[in-house]
C-alpha cells in the first residue's frame, strides 16, 4: 500500500480557524510529524495518531522522517502554523522528495492542505492595513544571505509595498529589525502606521498599534509579525490600520468626496490598480523643474560644469505618489442650446486640462474632463467664467437641446433653461438624458432619449422610455401631444421624481417604466422591436 504526505497548514493557531480539510486531514493520518509547540497547539484534534515532535531546527530531519514514514505505507500528516507554503514545511518536504527521484505516478502521494498565514490572520486583529499590494519578508537570516534580505526591504520600501515581516526577531537575532526599521525609513514617513500582533488567536495574544518611529519600544519577538503600512495606510479610531484601496478618489461637481456606489466601484476604470502607467508625467516633469530653476542655481550649475566638476547625479524620482491623488471628473459644453465653442474657450480648455488631464470627446453633447486638483472651485470658476456650461459627471439627469436653428427658433429655450436650473445634474438611480428639440423635425434626436421633449405649434409633445443604444435600440414611446407650455415643467418633474424615487439602482430609465408600467400616470407599451434579436453586449 503507497502512503500519503498530508502537509497540512493550520491556520494562526485556534481551531475555529482551522480549515474543515485540515482537521479531516489530522484525524485521516496514521501519524504526525511537527515541530513540539504546533503539536500542542492541536492537541485536541489527535486521537490515536502516532506524534513525531521535534524542536524548532530539526525541520530537514522532520521532513525526512515524514517522507520516511509514508514510503513505509503511512499516511503522514506534516503540520505547519499558518500556511505550510509560507516558510512553513511544504517546500521542505518537496526537496527531500526531489532528493530522492520522487514522481507524483509512481512515488508517494501529497496533498498541500492551504492554510490562514499570519499575513492574514494577523492583518484581520489590526483592521485592514492589507489592501494593496503587499509582500512578506522574513527577517530570518539563517538560511538566506543578510545583503539580500536588506535588498528586498529597500525594494519594498522603495516601492510602497504593505509589508508583513516574519521572524521579525529571536533571542539571538535582535539586529536585523533595527536595521530594517533603518532601510523603511528613508523611503516612509516615520508617522507610517506598523502593528505588532503576537500569538494572534492564541492564548497569548497581543496586539500593539505603533509607528515606523516608535516600533521598536514594543516588544518584538519569535511570535510576532509586524505589518508596516504603505504610504497610504492610515490609523483610525485609535486601533485600526486602514490601506486605501488605491492612489486616487475620483470626485465631481458639488460632491465633496468619491461618491461611487458599489456597483461603479467594480467598474474596471474605477479600479486604481487598473489605470495606465502614468509615463507622460515622468517625461515632462524635469522639464519643467529646469524653467523654475532660480538665477542661482543656474549659475552653480553653470560653474560646476565649467570648472569640470560633476554636479550630483539627479535623484531618482520616486514613483510613490506622496498622497492620494483626487481626480475631478465632470462634463464640459458651450451652452445647453449654444453649440459653437470659441478659439478663446477652447485655449482656457486646454490650459486649465493640462498636460496631464484628460479631454474625451462623448456622444453627449458634452466633452468629458478628468483632472488631478484638490481645489475644485478654482477650475470651475475658470471655466464659467469663459461662459462654459458644467455638468456632473455619473449618475445624473443631462439634458440635450438642440441648437433651436442656431436659435432662430427661440420660443421653447426657456423652457428647457428653466428644466435645466431646476433639475439639471440631479443624482438619480442612473444617467437619465433628456433630448429637448425645438420643432418637430427634432434632428438632435431627442426622440430617442431616455425622456423626449418636442416643441411643436406652440405645444410640446412628450416621449417616454427611449432605448438609444444596443442592437434592440427603440424610439421612445409618444405619450402626449399638445402640452401646454405653462404644464410642461410640472409635468416632466413630477415623472423624474417618481423614477428617482421608485427606480431601482443602476436601473435605465426604460426598464424603470416597463417594470412600474405607469409614470407620470402614462401607461407603457412596448416599442422594443419585433423581431427577437440575440443579446450581443459589448465584446461578443
Ligand atoms: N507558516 C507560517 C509562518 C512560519 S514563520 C505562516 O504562514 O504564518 C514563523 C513566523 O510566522 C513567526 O516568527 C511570526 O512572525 C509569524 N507567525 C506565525 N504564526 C503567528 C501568529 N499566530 N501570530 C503572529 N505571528 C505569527
Known amino acids: ?112 492542505i492551504p492554510g490562514i498565514s499570519a499575513i492574514n490572520s494577523c492583518a484581520s486583529l489590526l483592521g485592514a492595513p492589507v489592501m494593496h499590494d503587499a509582500c512578506t519578508i522574513s527577517l530570518s537570516d539563517h538560511l538566506t544571505p543578510w545583503k539580500l534580505i536588506e535588498k528586498r526591504i529597500e525594494a519594498a520600501a522603495q516601492a510602497d509595498f504593505v509589508i508583513a515581516f516574519y521572524n521579525p526577531k529571536s533571542g539571538r537575532r535582535t539586529r536585523q529589525i533595527v536595521e530594517a526599521q533603518t532601510i523603511l525609513l528613508k523611503h516612509r514617513s516615520p508617522d507610517t502606521p506598523v502593528g505588532l500582533v503576537k500569538s494572534a488567536y492564541r492564548d497569548r495574544e497581543d496586539v500593539v498599534i505603533t509607528s515606523l518611529r516608535e516600533m521598536l519600544d514594543h516588544e518584538i519577538g519569535m511570535l510576532t509579525t509586524v505589518i508596516v503600512g504603505n504610504s497610504q495606510t492610515f490609523l483610525y479610531d485609535s486601533n485600526k490600520l486602514i490601506t486605501p484601496r488605491g492612489y486616487q478618489r475620483k470626485y465631481t461637481l458639488n460632491t465633496e468626496k ?130 462654459f456650461l458644467l455638468l456632473p459627471a455619473g449618475d445624473v439627469l443631462q439634458i440635450k437641446a438642440c441648437d433651436f436653428c442656431d436659435g432662430e427658433k427661440y420660443d421653447s429655450i426657456p423652457y428647457v433653461e428653466q428644466l435645466q436650473d431646476e433639475l439639471g445634474g440631479m443624482p438619480l438611480p442612473k444617467e437619465l438624458k433628456l433630448g429637448f428639440n425645438g420643432c418637430g423635425m427634432a434632428c438632435y434626436g431627442g426622440v430617442q432619449e431616455d425622456i423626449g421633449i418636442v416643441f411643436r405649434k406652440g405645444k410640446f409633445d412628450l416621449f417616454l422610455g427611449g432605448k438609444p443604444l444596443s442592437r ?63 443579446p450581443a453586449p459589448c465584446g461578443d
Open 1 to 112: 500500500m503507497k502512503g500519503k504526505l498530508l502537509i497540512i497548514g493550520f491556520g494562526p493557531g485556534s481551531y475555529d480557524h482551522i480549515t474543515e480539510r485540515a482537521k479531516q486531514a489530522i484525524q485521516e493520518s496514521d501519524c504526525i510529524v511537527g515541530y513540539k509547540t504546533y503539536v500542542e497547539l492541536i492537541q485536541g484534534l489527535i486521537t490515536d495518531q502516532k506524534v513525531i515532535s521535534t524542536g524548532m531546527s530539526e525541520e530537514v530531519s522532520r521532513a525526512q522522517a515524514a517522507v520516511k514514514l509514508a514510503e513505509e505505507g503511512k499516511k503522514v500528516a506534516v503540520i505547519s502554523s499558518g500556511d505550510a507554503g509560507v516558510y512553513g514545511m511544504s517546500g521542505l518536504v518537496y526537496e527531500v522528495l526531489v532528493e530522492k527521484g520522487w514522481k507524483e505516478e509512481t512515488g508517494v502521494e501529497v496533498e498541500v
Open 258 to 387: 468619491q461618491r461611487l456606489k458599489p456597483h461603479e466601484r467594480l467598474r474596471k476604470e474605477n479600479e486604481p490598480w487598473a489605470l495606465q502607467d502614468e509615463e507622460p508625467e515622468k517625461e515632462h516633469q524635469p522639464e519643467k523643474e529646469t524653467q523654475k530653476a532660480s538665477a542661482l542655481e543656474l549659475a552653480t550649475e553653470a560653474l560646476a560644469l565649467s570648472s569640470g566638476n560633476q554636479t550630483e547625479p539627479q535623484k531618482e524620482e520616486s514613483p510613490v505618489p506622496s498622497g492620494v491623488e483626487s481626480i475631478l471628473e465632470f462634463g464640459v459644453s458651450p451652452g445647453l442650446v449654444n453649440k459653437k465653442f470659441t478659439a478663446k474657450q477652447l485655449m482656457t480648455l486646454a490650459e486649465v486640462v493640462g498636460e496631464h488631464g484628460e479631454m474625451e470627446y462623448t456622444p453627449h453633447h458634452l466633452i468629458k474632463v478628468q483632472l488631478s486638483t484638490d481645489k475644485p472651485e478654482q477650475v470651475t470658476e475658470q471655466l464659467e467664467a469663459e461662459g
Open 472 to 534: 434592440t435600440a427603440h424610439s421612445a414611446q409618444p405619450v402626449m401631444e399638445g402640452i401646454e407650455p405653462e404644464k410642461l415643467v410640472g409635468i416632466v418633474t413630477s415623472i423624474i421624481q417618481e423614477y428617482e424615487e421608485k427606480g431601482h439602482p443602476n436601473e435605465r430609465f426604460f426598464k424603470f417604466f416597463k417594470r412600474v408600467q405607469q409614470v407620470g400616470g402614462f401607461k407603457h407599451r412596448d416599442m422594443a422591436p419585433v423581431i427577437e434579436l440575440e
